[in-house]
């Protein structure tokens, strides 16, 4: 059973342009998560979803950044007109329900 | 929100050398999980413990729901084991975002 899977791995950006950051989760999960770890930062809750349904968004930033997670295909966290604050380490984990099983997570840098 | 404080914030031991990591929460959790985020970055699972004992290897971890506090022992270090250590809950029914603790960083020197 392949684990998490999150892509690109590390996406360079310059300012207002727009980041796509994908995740599948593992087979059977329908759990999605995604975390943003700022540097020096510990690790800070966004958004959670099942499929076609955002459960809790509570700690999203209210501006620019958008979630979702289809019937088909891989869940995407989207942030339109990045500023270099965006800069992160962005990981995804699913969950059957209980454990949550991490990505690589996905290194974004805005120039 | 819930609180999860970890600590010591910092340790360097020797390898060979045992450690006992804190993590203590500020509310009832249903879901307490340990991650090891290795120098490369990546969160490795360590233990899924919302209460009781569990082993694995070198590696062991306690948490007394009921004083709100969890531990995790790590016996004979090695090198391998050096990184930044999470403790992690959530309140709700076991499907929330996790709160994370700030992390132990630990440094095992040869």
């Known amino acids: 059973n392949a684990g998490v899977m999150q892509n690109p791995r590390h996406l360079v950006r310059r300012r207002g342009q727009e980041a796509r950051l994908r995740c599948s989760p593992m087979?059977?999960?329908?759990?999605v998560y995604w975390y943003r770890q700022l540097p020096e930062e510990g690790l800070k809750f966004m958004v959670y979803?099942?499929?076609?349904?955002?459960?809790?968004e509570s700690g999203m930033p209210k501006e620019r950044f958008s979630a979702e997670f289809p019937k088909e295909g891989p869940s995407i966290l989207r942030i339109q007109q990045v500023v270099r604050g965006d800069s992160a380490a962005y990981f995804c984990?699913?969950?059957?329900?209980?454990?949550?099983?991490f990505g690589p997570g996905t290194r974004l840098l805005v120039l | 929100g819930i609180q999860v404080e970890q600590s010591p914030p910092d340790l360097i031991l020797q390898e060979g050398a045992n450690s006992t990591l804190r993590c203590n929460f500020s509310?009832?959790?249903?879901?307490l999980q340990w991650f090891h985020q290795n120098p490369w970055g990546q969160l490795i699972n360590l233990f899924y413990?919302?209460?009781g004992t569990k082993q694995n290897g070198r590696l062991s971890a306690t948490t007394v729901a009921t004083e709100r506090y969890s531990l995790l022992y790590i016996s004979s270090s090695q090198t391998t084991d050096s990184g930044v250590y999470f403790c992690?809950?959530?309140?709700?029914?076991?499907?929330?975002?996790?709160?994370f603790g700030k992390g132990t960083h630990l440094i095992i020197q040869p």
């Open positions: 984990a699913s969950s059957p329900g209980g454990t949550q099983y």
């Open positions: 087979k059977g999960h329908s759990h």
């Open positions: 509310d009832s959790v249903n879901n």
């Open positions: 979803l099942q499929k076609e349904n955002i459960i809790d």
């Open positions: 992690a809950v959530n309140k709700g029914g076991g499907a929330d975002g996790l709160t």
């Open positions: 413990i919302p209460s």
